[in-house]
């Protein structure tokens, strides 16, 4: 995790986005199932609501980011576990794909499926730690939370998905 700063004005949060932008996209993503419309939409708000603090973010805005990213997908997690469930029309929704670097992540449906079907809290451990290469004390930080609430989530969601990956046909729903 680098600190991208060169700036505390407009310019300095629009080059943290043109650098940036990237890489917190792909946690967004993982964050979000694979769904990639939902990642951008949660991007966007984070993004959004960092702009007026930018001036008083302190230490590296990419820790920021990630920790508002992980806090903010938590809190959709929990709005939406409220509503009542609604049916598709549409029986089989497909996500497009991440392109770039971290493209193979993107076309695993299975691993998708598998960590859409992880507790928030386990997913965010376990895309933090695992996908953005956070220590876990970082990781910690980003969630709020004790190092040891890092172990046992991170443990927990890598026993989760082994379970869930070793099943044939994963990817077809039988993961839920």
């Known amino acids: 995790m680098s600190d991208t700063r060169s700036g505390?004005?407009?310019?300095?949060?629009?080059?943290?986005?043109?650098?940036?932008?990237?890489?917190?996209?792909?946690?967004?993503?993982?964050?979000?199932?694979?769904?990639?419309?939902?990642?951008?939409?949660?991007l966007q708000d984070v993004l959004e609501r960092m702009y007026p603090r930018w001036r008083r973010i302190s230490g590296s805005p990419e820790a920021y980011a990630r920790a508002a990213l992980a806090n903010t997908a938590t809190n959709r997690w929990r709005r939406q576990a409220r509503r009542v469930t609604e049916t598709a029309l549409i029986a089989d929704v497909t996500h497009t794909p991440m392109t770039g670097p971290h493209e193979r992540v993107g076309e695993h449906d299975d691993l998708l499926a598998a960590l859409a079907a992880l507790a928030p809290g386990q997913r965010a451990a376990v895309v933090l730690r695992y996908f953005d290469d956070l220590t876990e004390a970082d990781t910690a930080a980003a969630l709020n939370c004790r190092v040891g609430t890092v172990k046992s989530q991170t443990s927990r969601g890598l026993a989760r998905l082994r379970e869930l990956l070793s099943r044939p046909n994963a990817h077809t729903g039988g993961a839920q």
Request: proline share 9%; glycine share 12%; charged share 25%.
């Open 8 to 42: 505390t004005g407009p310019e300095g949060f629009a080059e943290f986005v043109r650098l940036r932008s990237g890489p917190l996209l792909r946690t967004a993503y993982l964050l979000c199932a694979g769904d990639r419309p939902a990642a951008e939409d949660l």
